[in-house]
């Protein structure tokens, strides 16, 4: 039986979370320390670049700044209108966001698609109304200016989303709010979001399935500056020297590393895009560092498309409209019927993302299948089978990311507060209390101990010998734990709440 937790390291825990998110809160007044992007170089003397939407007037933008920051800060900072043409940014810089919002912490100075929706659960918890608010406005107006949520407010991640949970966080504002007003008014920008998955490129007509596809070309900026090791090389020399030294039957190598001329293709910088896109980054999930991720129907992304068919389809009904209510339910039943299809694998007991070229799904067993059953998607049938295969993931400090080990931190040994979360939850819809008390248990126990140590939670932790130190254990993207924690809070206070 996994050990309850006392209640004196609770008490510091809930304490401590409660001051961070003051501390992870970026507002006008933070302009300045927002702006500031560790991941890409920066010369010295120059300004920080904000750029602010062509919607927005720029001179009405800057007297709303100025009446937060001083004289001194305004002079490090060069507000700029966004060019309406991607390609034709020169300079990255920040996107400006007109409310305050919570960042995940570390070198991740920005707000986050996916990482949004935790952390709002856990201000939702800690009753930070406003705060809350906020966060999901920032998001809604993310799709209003910039066209969708995006990986994170800075101008080279334009071009890529993160996986979508704006429909979860809307409801579970409304929950509290009941501000139907509100309400109607998310419906076109939830739409549009929606769209944005369900059109090629992220649409796969074959198989009526959602793919991840990011919309940029070439290296991933922040991860030519920021992803190097001790000896200075850039994730993509490690990956290089990768293709040129391991055999791989995973894909077809030759798309994505010209072997002559020892350079990686322009197909390869769109997986690794999309790959960033997934918000899983990096796993061998699709193959070596996912980069075949573009082939894929995979079970994270369709089982969120489900979900917010379900939740628009539960909007329209709040709001009164049964007959369009029932049009998106219809399409969810339809997704649903397509991943049990194509997604469910009878023989393995698990969920596993499609591979649309060889029409097979991969048979590498990852903790997104327990989306199914945290959506609702599975049969009890079905959610008796990844039960049945629990033990494939279960570590003595959670849920493993995967059964893996591949030097990627999105793999094995590691375990992530966020799949920990869906899997808990997952398991109690269907009934299984005690695996997912157990489970939640072993987290708490494992992140409580860690936080009695070192005073802080972290983004991701090593659920085999439960402990933060994961470092040494990374040789791919980069090896950092950051210190925060946005999500690891939120998913603490959540677990919590289970108890």
């Not at 501390?23 to 302009?31: A, C, D, G, K, Q």
């Not at 009405?60 to 100025?66: A, D, G």
């Not at 004289?71 to 700029?80: F, L, N, T």
């Not at 299809?341 to 969920?351: I, P």
Request: hydrophobic content about 35%; glycine content about 6%.
């Amino acid at each position: 039986m996994t050990q309850q937790l006392s209640s004196p390291p609770i008490t510091a825990v809930r304490t401590y979370i409660k001051k961070t998110w003051k501390t992870l809160t970026r507002s006008h007044e933070h302009l300045l320390e927002s702006a500031q992007d560790t991941k890409l170089e920066h010369p010295p003397n120059t300004p920080w670049l904000v750029y602010i939407s062509p919607q927005e007037d720029c001179n009405t933008v800057k007297s709303v700044l100025e009446r937060s920051l001083s004289a001194k800060e305004m002079q490090q900072i060069e507000i700029r209108t966004l060019p309406s043409e991607a390609e034709a940014i020169h300079q990255q810089g920040l996107l400006y966001l007109p409310g305050p919002y919570v960042v995940p912490g570390g070198r991740f100075n920005e707000m986050y698609g996916w990482d949004s929706y935790f952390i709002l659960l856990g201000l939702l918890r800690d009753e930070e109304w406003e705060l809350a608010q906020s966060q999901v406005d920032q998001l809604l107006y993310q799709v209003q200016h910039y066209g969708t949520i995006l990986n994170a407010n800075r101008t080279y991640m334009l071009s890529r989303s993160q996986p979508p949970v704006l429909s979860l966080m809307v409801l579970a504002l409304f929950q509290h709010t009941q501000d139907e007003a509100w309400l109607k008014s998310t419906l076109p920008l939830l739409e549009q979001f929606y769209y944005y998955w369900v059109v090629p490129p992220h649409l796969n007509p074959a198989t009526g399935l959602s793919r991840y596809f990011a919309l940029g070309e070439g290296p991933a900026p922040e991860v030519l500056f920021s992803e190097l090791d001790e000896a200075g090389r850039s994730h993509y020399e490690r990956v290089k020297e990768y293709y040129k030294t391991h055999e791989i039957d995973d894909y077809d190598v030759s798309l994505y590393y010209d072997r002559e001329k020892d350079e990686l293709t322009d197909l390869f910088y769109k997986g690794d895009r999309t790959m960033r896109e997934s918000g899983f980054d990096i796993t061998n999930r699709f193959g070596p560092f996912s980069i075949d991720i573009i082939h894929y129907a995979p079970v994270c992304l369709n089982s969120l498309l489900y979900q917010m068919e379900q939740d628009l389809a539960q909007i329209y009904e709040i709001l009164g409209n049964a007959e369009l209510g029932q049009q998106w339910s219809d399409r969810a039943s339809l997704r649903r019927d397509r991943i049990n299809q194509y997604l469910w694998d009878e023989e393995k007991g698990l969920y596993l993302d499609y591979h649309f070229y060889s029409n097979k799904r991969r048979n590498y067993e990852f903790a997104t299948t327990f989306y199914p059953l945290w959506t609702g998607i599975a049969s009890p049938e079905q959610a008796q089978k990844v039960v049945e295969n629990l033990t494939l993931f279960a570590a003595p400090g959670g849920i493993l990311t995967s059964t893996h080990i591949t030097g990627n931190q999105w793999d094995a040994p590691f375990g992530w507060a966020p799949l920990t979360l869906i899997a808990v939850q997952g398991l109690h819809r269907y009934g299984y209390h005690t695996q997912a008390d157990d489970i939640a248990q072993r987290f708490l126990n494992m992140a409580i101990k860690e936080f009695t140590k070192y005073g802080f939670f972290v983004e991701k932790y090593d659920v085999e010998r439960c402990s933060a130190q994961v470092s040494d254990e990374i040789s791919f993207g980069y090896s950092s734990n950051e210190i925060g924690f946005g999500w690891t809070n939120g998913v603490i206070l959540e677990l919590l709440a289970l108890q």
